[in-house]
């Protein structure tokens, strides 16, 4: 009798994995304009096949087995293994696909495509994860059942655990067809009843926010003085080092006290060097027209060059703004653990193959009003700025830049190591 019963199995599995390759066979022979269309077809047919085929369940979905499936573990399970998870999956490498393509990062707007995946999972954000996952859920037909589960599988398309679209879209339709699942077709949660052995996760709340985590950031009070002002011995303090140097403006989580010193990795000029320094609770650099520099950010012992390491700091850059005539102003970083934004940004966000993203203002404002102080931003303010969190560092790289600059003027940038942004990141 069960060897019957293995056979049955194994003819009902080959029926539906035979099944699923003619679909995919067939869809791949079809000539369809755009990868993403394609693919879309294919997953629907990889659906509709894998529906057709499996038999009826016998637990209480089973009377509605044609929009509840069963299969695999619950998607809810994966919130108690994405911690393990995050110890041996490394980072995956961007798609070529996605260089250089700039796009809203927003999980809300960004495209569902390898472009947006990647924007959004490269912010190290489980709740824009997990807006972005939704929205891709009710694009394949389904609907969330159980938002455990949804707040599980973000977790493993988000900071290091970020893979691509595709197998985020596999996923899904993975969990779709799980035993456990947490999904149902698109208005079909009212059939939804899980069988009585599966795991549930009544207690498991929404994402905290992103990334960052207030309490373990360093503090920086960049009113505190400035003992040298010479950025590529541009002056105003000529003849010295060659760095911007904020005395004793940090403390570490832990109490260390950190002098910030800038200093230009590459080619940097500007026409007026003494607005350098500080503005207020800001920090200032300008820079010429058509130019960018890279900076080095660097934390050391009051006073010396002795690295401090920090264990985690937030740095936002303010009011990235400008047209063709004006100069349009972008930012750029490298090595970050994540970055925040708005909900619904203004500027865009666009990878390099070597894991820079940069910002950039739309080019649809001359001149967002400078925020009077870094906690106060307005609503434009808050949309144009853009807050890179960086975890165990002794420096770290922002790149700076203008371009398309008719007018003959140099530009601003505003930064601080806090803002209205820290409101997205965990107590």
Known sequence: MMMWGVLVAVFLTHGVVSAVAEAEEACSAQEVPGHETAQVLLQKARRTTVAQHMPAQTEPNADSGRWLK??????????????????????RVIAPAVVGVATNPSGAAAPLSEVGYTAVADRCCSTEMVTFLGRQIRNLGYEVCDEAGLYGVAQYHSCNERQSFDKLSQDIMDDWDSRCTYLAMDGHCSSYTLPGDCPVFPDVPPPAGCGCTNSKAATVDLTAGITNNNIGGEGPNTGGIEELRYDSAGTAADGTKFD?????????????????????????????????????????????????????????????????STGIEYASSIGYKGYVTD?????????????????????????????????SLTADQRVNSVMFFYETVQQFYITFGVREADA??????????ESSLNDRCAA
């Open 343 to 375: 909900a619904s940004p203004s500027i865009t966000a666009a990878l390099s193959s070597d894991g820079t993203t940069q910002f950039e203002a739309a080019g649809t404002i001359a001149n967002v009003a400078n925020p009077s102080a870094p906690n």
């Open 70 to 91: 069963g299969r695999r573990h619950n998607g809810t399970a994966r919130v108690l293994m994405a911690e393990e998870a995050r110890k041996t999956e490394p980072m």
């Open 408 to 417: 003959p003027t140099s530009r601003n940038v505003l930064f601080a190591f």
């Open 260 to 324: 910030v010193v800038i200093t230009s990795v590459d080619s940097y000029s500007t026409p007026t060097p003494n607005q350098n320094g500080a503005t207020g609770a800001f920090g200032r650099l300008n820079l010429n027209r058509n130019s960018n520099t890279q900076f080095k950010f660097a934390f050391v012992k009051p006073g010396s060059d002795i690295p401090v390491t920090v264990s985690e700091i937030h740095m936002t850059i303010f009011d990235l703004d400008g047209t063709e």
